[in-house]
């Protein structure tokens, strides 16, 4: 039937044909094969390329970490032999935390709970992002509540040092 089909044509009209369907199957595999696989391939180069951009940067802050660290226990011997609770005690004073210091008992032999009541919020940070940098001692458990006024909290840290 197909055949009698083609055969029934002129042979310009073949050729007309036969031209069609090659051009339409060349832009198929073009369409759904070759150009999907080109787009993603650029993609997957771009991505890839990111990844490595974000690889480098983690090194680097791999490296900033361990130096950091370093820091942080080069200060811990740097601290003139205070322990962690008369450090705490110290360093919140210092921050001007003094009147909101409510109280610094152990936990443990290397922590310290320090409450905090209607202190500035952005004090309490500032003096564990202080303790943390200078001194290599971290906040393992920290709440807060709202106090009254703008920006003050109830707050109780526990710190520990490593």
């Not at 983690?58 to 450090?87: F, P, T």
């Not at 303790?131 to 807060?144: K, P, W």
Request: net charge positive; hydrophobic share 45%; glycine share 8%.
């Amino acid at each position: 039937m197909m055949r009698a089909w083609w055969n029934a044509r002129e042979p310009r009209e073949r050729q007309v044909l036969l031209i069609g369907g090659v051009l339409s199957a060349v832009l198929l595999v073009w369409a759904l094969v070759w150009h999907p696989l080109q787009r993603s391939r650029a993609e997957l180069r771009v991505r890839v390329e990111s990844q490595r951009s974000d690889l480098e940067q983690m090194r680097s802050d791999a490296a900033r970490v361990v130096q950091l660290r370093g820091q942080g226990a080069r200060a811990k011997v740097e601290r003139q032999g205070k322990s962690l609770l008369a450090l705490a005690d110290a360093t919140a004073r210092g921050a001007q935390l003094a009147n909101e210091l409510r109280r610094v008992e152990p936990v443990g032999p290397k922590s310290v709970r320090v409450s905090f009541e209607g202190a500035s919020f952005d004090a309490v940070a500032d003096w564990l992002e202080g303790l943390a940098r200078d001194f290599g001692v971290v906040a393992t458990d920290f709440s807060a509540d709202r106090a009254e006024g703008d920006g003050r909290v109830n707050a109780r840290v526990t710190l520990e040092e490593p």
